[in-house]
């Protein structure tokens, strides 16, 4: 018979560890769910991102990067929106890392990719020219024969604003005309914005794209819910 006294002590024990066990699946909870932006990244979550990219759960991946994406019905009659694209440094680690994930690529390439650079926020804004001839003077041919046009800086006429309570200028801005797969000229373009990421924080950011005309669009992204 076990006395009394070591009887009360055994179940003060396992009243304790049952009280205790909850903290630790709690924790890891806490620590998965929580998702906001995140600069400078640790090697940690590097990791944490490319294992994510190349998740077998591709469905899952889809959705997340998804969420950095916005598009827009592309309206006829002159140049402009139809996609706006928030890369955060987390992103970009796992959009690497889906791309690549047939290719050898490996957590240390993951590391060594964040680390050449590991400071930038990119937008990429996809413009289309709208419903124009495309027997239009402005065609000519390269060396190659493709069908080129003059006015493939058109993008150069947009005006880009992204905001965080502040406007946020970039460090570098490009872009390039893109063309019909079917011979038709100049479809439309791709601007690259680049900024410095630790100009962000994890509060709501705006893309705000002028286009010639006056008409603006605008993308909202949640950086307190995006990493």
Known sequence: MIPSEKL????????NV???LPAFPLALILALTACAYDYPLSPSAVREAYFFGRSTDRARVTEFLGQYMRRF???SGGPNVYGIELRTPYEQVVLRSS????????AQQAQIDYDAQPGLVKVRVFLFVGNEDPRSSNLYSDGHGRILDRREN???EFRFHITQERVIEPKKLEGKPTYSRRGGGLSGAEVWLEFDASEFA?????VEVIAPDGQATVADFALDQLK
């Open 154 to 156: 058109f993008w150069r």
């Open 99 to 106: 791309e690549n994930q047939t290719m050898g690529y490996n």
């Open 73 to 75: 019905q592309a309206r």
């Open 202 to 206: 994890p509060r709501g950011t705006r």
């Open 18 to 20: 049952r009280f205790k």
């Open 8 to 15: 009360g002590h055994r179940l003060e024990i396992k009243m």
